[in-house]
Nanobody
Framework: QVQLVESGGGLVQAGGSLRLSCAAS????????MGWFRQAPGKEREFVAG????????AYDDSVKGRFAISRDNAQNTLYLQMNSLKPEDTAVYYC?????????????????WGQGTQVIVSS
């Protein structure tokens, strides 16, 4: 079992930055592939970024590549998403997710545990 709690969301102007954190409890975090997803109003939840259990492999959706960076601190049981050059279209609720697999995944069905989400609003 993994419990996930996101934080760091908020209101930011276009071009600004935010850093999301996901605090994980449970012994399996360190062996879990992790991901960030987001869901905008009226849209389906979509993949943003993923990272393998040791952090050696990462993947990003094309819409955030070069602007967002996913990282993890296994000693602190924490996942991060650094978001730079934010755009209004990045506005969404951002969710942290953990997989039973040690590898990263880019689809919802690869993840077994989800946080409650944190709201990010980017104003133009």
């Amino acid at each position: 079992q993994v419990q996930l709690v996101e934080s760091g969301g908020g209101l930011v102007q276009a071009g600004g930055s935010l850093r999301l954190s996901c605090a994980a409890s449970g012994r399996t975090f360190r062996s879990s592939g992790m991901g960030w997803f987001r869901q905008a109003p009226g849209k389906e939840r979509e993949f943003v970024a993923g990272i393998s259990w040791r952090g050696g492999r990462t993947a990003y959706d094309d819409s955030v590549k070069g602007r967002f960076a996913i990282s993890r601190d296994n000693a602190q049981n924490t996942l991060y998403l650094q978001m730079n050059s934010l755009k209004p279209e990045d506005t969404a609720v951002y969710y942290c997710a953990a997989s039973s697999s040690s590898e990263l995944g880019a689809t919802i069905d690869r993840y077994d545990y989800w946080g409650q989400g944190t709201q990010v609003i980017v104003s133009s």
